[in-house]
């Protein structure tokens, strides 16, 4: 499949998929299920401390100075995932809504916050799981593999605004949902029936992590 609106190709995903979902002799390598299957609540789109603590579960460390830094993010976060439509998938967002995605990254560029550990690949890791279909994941590894003039121009350091560069990395994902919606139905068939059930978007997540690991 290309992805990356065409500029990267990416060769079996099923493999990488299968590679990241499946056990181990002496377990798992990597978060699913434990991460997309985590319950913190009983209200899932409600933030609470534990959703601060879910992007360990994929090697991120969340000392005390991060841990202080995003609870006091928390009522912010909170009314920025109020503001997304419900039951809305990435694949069929409209413009008004991605800019919302866009938006919840806005307390990224508050000085007072820029001076702390807590970037833009930690606010997705603790956001994504309350809207696994709309909201991404993203580290430095998909920043990477995006990270194209045709596609999203480098990071937010270059003079753009968080919201402004997750607004064109939002959209060049909904670019390659779309232009590999069938695709992914099929990747996402080969969740076992036993764990969570994973969104298109996280699977996209997979594939390009996954490649770009290899």
Not at 48 to 68: F, I, K, W, Y
Not at 93 to 122: I, M, N, Q
Not at 198 to 212: A, F, G, I, K, Q
Request: aromatic share 8%.
């Amino acid at each position: 499949m290309k992805l990356a609106k065409g500029t990267r190709e990416v060769f079996d995903a099923e493999s990488l998929v299968e590679e990241y979902l499946g056990p181990r002799k002496r377990g798992l390598r990597y978060a699913y299920p434990y991460y997309d299957g985590l319950v913190t609540n009983d209200d899932p789109d409600l933030l609470c401390t534990g959703d601060l603590l879910a992007p360990s579960l994929l090697g991120v460390h969340v000392d005390v100075d991060r841990m202080h830094t995003l609870t006091a993010l928390t009522p912010l976060l909170q009314r920025a995932l109020d503001k997304l439509p419900p039951g809305i998938e990435l694949i069929e967002a409209d413009e008004v809504t991605l800019d919302l995605v866009a938006a919840l990254y806005d307390p990224l560029d508050d000085p007072d916050v820029s001076d702390r550990d807590v970037k833009g690949s930690l606010i997705a890791k603790v956001l994504h799981r309350k809207r696994p279909a709309l909201v991404p994941l993203f580290d430095s590894k998909v920043r990477i593999f995006y990270q194209h003039e045709d596609c999203v121009p480098p990071s937010p350091r270059d003079g753009r605004s968080w919201r402004q560069y997750m607004g064109l990395l939002v959209r060049a994902m909904q670019y390659d949902l779309r232009e590999n919606a069938e695709e992914f139905r099929r990747l996402a068939a080969l969740v076992p029936s036993s764990g969570p059930p994973v969104t298109p978007l996280r699977m996209l997540d997979v594939v390009v992590w996954m490649s770009s690991a290899v």
